[in-house]
């Protein structure tokens, strides 16, 4: 019974989290703006999603006592509750700041945002996505991927963090590079 309510809660979780980042992105930055490469789903993330529905129903049909851990899966659910949060938070601070695509010129409107959350992390968005991800994998606990979601999605933040704060410091230059060095990245081994 717990490895179904699991189950419907990653079924609730994935399009919520993306239907809300499409309603913010619109919200904030218009209709016409926002299109379906806002939501950043690749054939990685497609892959990803579908193997930890093969892995969740071979293990529900040959190990269902790994799927009965009522505290492991209600700590995914905690943490992707919180994953979503500061998501939200990041969004929502730094309101027509933030885009889904790394911007690579000025515009008139794109500020250095320091302030709510991004007090704690320079990349609160990425924080709350990587506690999400990884939370809905031990909401199912299947240990497979939730090893490979902190693995995959740690090494795309690796990577683009730093193609996207070198625009940062072209941006705003010395604020940057003050705010940089007194705030972590908010992914954990990326400076």
């Known amino acids: 019974m717990k490895s179904e309510v699991s189950g419907l809660m ?3 979780a994935v399009p919520f989290q993306k ?24 054939k990685a993330y497609v892959f990803a999603m579908m193997f930890s529905w093969l892995e969740y129903v071979v293990e529900i049909a040959l190990f269902p006592g790994l799927k009965e ?14 994953g979503e949060i500061i998501r ?10 933030f885009t889904h695509l790394i911007k690579v010129y000025h515009e008139e409107h ?6 709510g959350v991004y007090r704690f992390f320079r990349h609160p968005s990425y924080t709350g996505f990587l506690i999400w991800s990884v939370g809905t994998q031990i909401m199912l606990c299947n240990p497979i991927s939730a090893t ?18 070198f625009f940062l410091r072209q941006f705003f230059g010395s604020k940057y590079e003050e705010y940089a060095l007194r705030t972590p990245s908010g992914v954990p081994f990326v400076k």
């Open 10 to 12: 990653m079924l609730a």
């Open 19 to 42: 239907f809300l980042d499409i309603r913010l992105a619109d919200t904030i930055h218009g209709r016409s703006k926002v299109n379906l490469g806002s939501l950043l789903i690749s």
């Open 69 to 82: 851990y009522w505290w492991i899966s209600n700590l995914g659910l905690v943490m992707v509750i919180m």
């Open 88 to 97: 939200k938070l990041a969004i929502i601070t730094a309101g027509l700041a």
């Open 110 to 115: 794109h500020n250095l945002i320091t302030h």
């Open 148 to 165: 490979g979601f902190a693995i995959v999605v740690w090494r795309f933040f690796a990577q683009r963090i730093p193609y996207e704060e």
